[in-house]
């Protein structure tokens, strides 16, 4: 949990902020790093769809990142609306998504969780979609382990990097 953030700060960003529903973890792993990276790493419980609650009250995001967020599928109506309401200002997303595995001609499928989550993108007139870029090979770890969550081998040799922006009637 947290990963990405962490590797962010770690490479020098100024401030990340990492959000969780269980914040346990992602407190655990920010602690663990060096203190100067560390001292640069906020971890707050965030909830997808109650961004609303306290958008108005923090500063924008230079960038808003996410990994492996788009399989569970009875949650992507609420990370949409959360993506929605901390894009509207001006900041760019960039989320990871397992790529398809099921191809059509049109490039689309029924069954798989990331283009159900582009779909559910599509649903919404305040965002839309700026690039995916297709087939970004995954580092492997010293392991040999894939995966931004080096706890398993998800079997990807490849990711989809999916960039959203607010709108452009909303900017």
């Known amino acids: 949990t947290g990963f990405v953030g962490l590797a962010l ?3 020098g960003a100024a401030e990340v902020v990492l959000t969780d529903e269980f ?3 992602a ?3 920010a602690a663990s790093m060096p203190a100067d990276v560390a001292r640069r790493v ?7 769809g109650d961004a609303a609650e ?10 808003v990142v996410g990994a492996e967020l788009t399989p569970i599928r009875s949650a992507h ?9 901390r894009l509207a200002r001006g900041t760019t997303a960039l989320l990871t998504a397992a790529p398809c595995g099921v191809a059509s001609s049109d490039g689309d499928c029924c069954r798989c969780a990331t283009h159900a989550f582009l779909r559910a993108v599509a649903t919404r007139s ?3 979609v700026r690039a995916i870029d297709r087939d970004v090979p995954l580092v492997l770890g010293e392991d040999g382990v894939a ?10 040799d490849v990711i989809w990097v999916v960039e959203l922006v607010a709108a452009k009637e909303r900017r």
């Open 9 to 11: 700060a770690a490479a």
């Open 23 to 25: 914040i346990a973890l």
């Open 27 to 29: 407190a655990h792993n």
């Open 42 to 48: 906020a971890v707050r419980r965030g909830v997808w």
């Open 54 to 63: 306290d958008a108005d009250e923090e500063p924008p995001f230079d960038l």
């Open 77 to 85: 109506a609420d990370l949409v609306a959360e993506l929605a309401t």
């Open 126 to 128: 305040d965002l839309e």
């Open 147 to 156: 995966g931004l969550d080096r706890t398993f081998d998800d079997g990807l």
